[in-house]
């Protein structure tokens, strides 16, 4: 069994920190693309494999100030399907 797990933990809240650059954008999106490739490598049919994805207050949509709509600030934008069988949040890891 595969499981992938998007956490929130208001307790240790994550923040995402954004790129410095272009080339720096493109190192975390192939490093998020190397991790989910590697999660489906074969597995023992016993063998339960987890994935766990922190996310932001902001990802949740909880803003900083109550009443108000979070801010976006995407570093990368993807053109996919909208009938996708995988987001491309969890192909990047982001």
């Excluded at 990368?76 to 982001?94: H, Y």
């Amino acid at each position: 069994m595969y499981e992938i797990v998007w956490q929130y933990d208001d307790k240790e809240p994550f923040e995402e920190m954004l790129p410095a650059d272009a080339a720096e954008a493109r190192r975390l999106l192939v490093e998020g693309n190397r991790t989910f490739a590697r999660f489906f490598q074969p597995r023992r049919d016993d063998e339960t494999k987890r994935q766990i994805v922190r996310v932001s207050p902001q990802e949740v949509g909880l803003s900083g100030t109550p009443g108000e709509a979070p801010t976006q600030e995407p570093f990368a934008a993807f053109l996919s399907c909208a009938d996708a069988r995988v987001p491309v949040e969890m192909i990047f890891g982001q």
